[in-house]
């Protein structure tokens, strides 16, 4: 199958599945962290696959190669933020088990279509 667009990219499309579970995730979050860990773990989660649309769209491959490690910087940020939660008692290694193995799998993508460009 080629690549048309970045949807077709399968780090696109694990990267949307990790946004909508992160979104599940920051409801368990107690509610005075709304303005906190779940506004910035939001974020963090959009920039990723926001991020690789960017980069894909980008005439220049030296332009890719910059979104894409900003995504992956986002995916490092949302890694720490998930640390955050467990360590202060938020959510547990359980809860936090798809994710991690989302966010693991698309930061891996990411390094490679970093290192491919």
């Not at 107690?30 to 779940?38: H, K, M, N, Q, T």
Request: proline share 2%; charged share 20%.
């Amino acid at each position: 199958m080629t690549v048309q667009t970045y949807k077709d990219l399968i780090a696109w499309q694990k990267s949307m599945e990790l946004v909508t579970e992160i979104y599940t995730l920051t409801t368990l979050l107690p509610r005075d962290e709304i303005y906190g860990l779940s506004s910035q773990m939001k974020r963090a989660a959009v920039s990723i696959p926001s991020n690789i649309a960017e980069g894909f769209r980008r005439n220049h491959k030296l332009e890719q190669i910059q979104f894409y490690a900003i995504a992956y910087g986002s995916g490092a940020e949302l890694e720490t933020q998930t640390e955050i939660c467990k360590k202060l008692g938020f959510l547990t290694s359980d809860q936090l088990q798809k994710a991690a193995s989302l966010l693991d799998e698309v930061m891996r993508m990411l390094n490679k279509l970093s290192n491919l460009n």
